[in-house]
């Protein structure tokens, strides 16, 4: 799944620049020989990076070119994974987690206050082109559900009222911090750490004093 379809305005041409034509060949060079196919992941990556945050058709064809593969094939891959995107996104790319963890934890309550702030729904982008929105499945943080990820970066425990909190931060071009918006350290429980409470240091003074 996509952040939508493939957008019908084009650039006539993509060509990587020469920092990440270097990056292209190193990522190849980490496959045995025969084998750079493999580093079609992180050409694409690279690619969308490059041209704000999505891939034209034309690096599709630079891609295929540069690895040896029929641009269908390159495609394929594209369109199979939501981390690619094939058409313009906001500059603040929001991807709201809808699987089971994040849904007993509140993701509707999350969907809703983007829903509300922002005017758009899945796949969509506000008007001035600020924010879009896509719905996906499983983040990989479930421990620490809800969670939106805003272009590289995980905001855990929401609500909604933290995530209206978030959006308006970032509609000024103020990012928070990443990480949990409760104030948790990693996967701790809500309300605080129960185990492993004290440091080797404190462990050892107390050892000393007896």
């Given at each position: 799944?996509?952040?939508?379809?493939?957008?019908?305005?084009q650039?006539?041409?993509?060509?990587?620049?020469?920092?990440?034509?270097?990056?292209?060949?190193?990522?190849?060079?980490?496959?045995p020989a025969?084998?750079?196919?493999?580093a079609?992941?992180?050409?694409?990556?690279?690619?969308?990076?490059?041209?704000?945050?999505?891939i034209?058709?034309?690096?599709?064809d630079?891609?295929?070119e540069k690895?040896?593969m029929a641009?269908i094939?390159?495609?394929?891959v594209?369109?199979?994974?939501?981390?690619?995107?094939?058409?313009?996104?906001?500059?603040?790319?929001l991807?709201a987690?809808r699987t089971?963890?994040?849904?007993?934890?509140g993701?509707?309550?999350?969907i809703k206050?983007?829903?509300?702030?922002l005017?758009?729904?899945?796949?969509?982008?506000?008007?001035d082109?600020?924010?879009?929105?896509?719905?996906?499945?499983c983040?990989?943080?479930?421990a620490?559900?809800?969670?939106l990820q805003?272009n590289?970066d995980?905001?855990e425990?929401?609500?909604?009222d933290?995530?209206v909190s978030?959006?308006?931060?970032l509609?000024?071009?103020?990012?928070?911090?990443?990480?949990?918006?409760?104030?948790?350290?990693?996967?701790?429980?809500?309300?605080g750490?129960?185990?492993l409470?004290?440091t080797?240091g404190?462990?050892?003074?107390?050892?000393?004093?007896d």
């Amino acid at each position: 799944m996509t952040a939508g379809p493939i957008a019908a305005e084009q650039p006539a041409t993509f060509a990587f620049t020469p920092e990440n034509l270097e990056k292209a060949d190193a990522l190849i060079a980490k496959y045995p020989a025969g084998r750079g196919q493999s580093a079609v992941m992180g050409l694409l990556d690279l690619a969308q990076r490059q041209h704000d945050n999505w891939i034209p058709m034309a690096a599709i064809d630079v891609i295929g070119e540069k690895l040896g593969m029929a641009p269908i094939r390159v495609l394929e891959v594209a369109t199979f994974y939501s981390m690619y995107n094939l058409a313009p996104v906001g500059a603040y790319y929001l991807q709201a987690c809808r699987t089971t963890p994040c849904w007993l934890r509140g993701s509707d309550s999350v969907i809703k206050a983007i829903k509300d702030r922002l005017g758009i729904a899945n796949k969509g982008m506000s008007a001035d082109g600020k924010f879009s929105l896509l719905e996906v499945e499983c983040l990989g943080a479930c421990a620490n559900a809800p969670i939106l990820q805003v272009n590289d970066d995980f905001y855990e425990d929401l609500d909604y009222d933290k995530t209206v909190s978030l959006l308006d931060a970032l509609a000024r071009d103020e990012v928070p911090t990443p990480g949990s918006m409760a104030g948790r350290t990693g996967a701790m429980p809500a309300p605080g750490a129960t185990s492993l409470t004290e440091t080797a240091g404190q462990e050892t003074s107390a050892a000393g004093e007896d």
